[in-house]
């Protein structure tokens, strides 16, 4: 029965973690130039992503997505994950990734 028990741990941590961004919502928060929470790199953070940002949380490899990791210490902790709601809820504010030009310009070989 114990693996029955896991997604029902997964599903209540994300509820907890959802509640506190609401309850906490605040604007877009952003850390060394990207949005926290989003591990596709493309400016939203979605579900899929915050599940791997929990998954992060109790002990999956922050390598899995170091966009969950705002302080880059090598673990998520629980502002982190509220940043990456925040964002979820509000988006990511603009934020211009180093991958992605900002709008209007082209990128160009150096």
């Given at each position: ?100 030009p900002?709008v ?7």
């Amino acid at each position: 029965m114990r693996p029955v028990l896991a997604p029902i741990r997964w599903a209540a941590g994300l509820v907890v973690v959802c509640a506190m961004g609401l309850a906490l919502r605040a604007t877009p928060a952003v850390a060394q130039g990207f949005c926290v929470g989003d591990c596709s790199d493309n400016n939203e953070v979605l579900v899929n992503e915050l599940i791997i940002c929990v998954n992060i949380a109790l002990g999956a490899p922050v390598d899995t997505c170091t966009h969950c990791d705002a302080n880059g210490d090598g673990m998520v902790v629980i502002n982190e994950l509220i940043q990456a709601v925040n964002n979820a809820l509000s988006g990511c504010g603009g934020v211009v990734t180093p991958t992605t030009p900002p709008v209007g310009e082209t990128p160009t070989a150096e």
